[in-house]
């Protein structure tokens, strides 16, 4: 299974995430400037919003390396809004991409708001978030059905 990690940041809130699903999957993580150069199966894509929307890089990321896209598995920071699920769900289905239904999201410190976060636990949970979620992947559960 090729699974990939990508990431937009600006103050560094989502990098944390997408290098604990890095440990775990055992895959480098990568910023959305690097693209995708072969079949990936899971693209876990961790981004957030300013100013209300997520970035163009991380839009044009997802359409310039659909082709190689199976599947994205979204992974956001805010500090406001409880998750960047619906404008990324826009996003993958313009460029014709699944959007898996499972997603994690933690806040991000932004100014005076939301001080620590990610924090040690925001860490545990996106570490086992992308454990459980490769765990329980059709591919994973094909395989354990034929041992
Ligand atoms: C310029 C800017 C604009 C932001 N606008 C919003 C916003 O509209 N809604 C929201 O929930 N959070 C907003 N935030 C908070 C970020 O989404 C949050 O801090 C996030 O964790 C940043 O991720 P990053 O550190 O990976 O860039 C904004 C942050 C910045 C720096």
Redesign the pocket.
Known sequence: MKIEIR?????????KLAEAIAQVTGTKAETVDVPLTEETDILFLCN?????GVKGQVKNFVKDNAKFIKKIVNVS?????SSTYSQMKKISENAGVELDEKEFHC????TALHGSHPDEKDIEAVKEFASWFMEDSPEQAEKSQGE
């Open positions: 990431y937009y940041t600006q103050t560094g809130n989502t990098k957030s919003v300013y100013w209300g920071t805010a500090a406001l809004i806040r991000g410190k932004f």
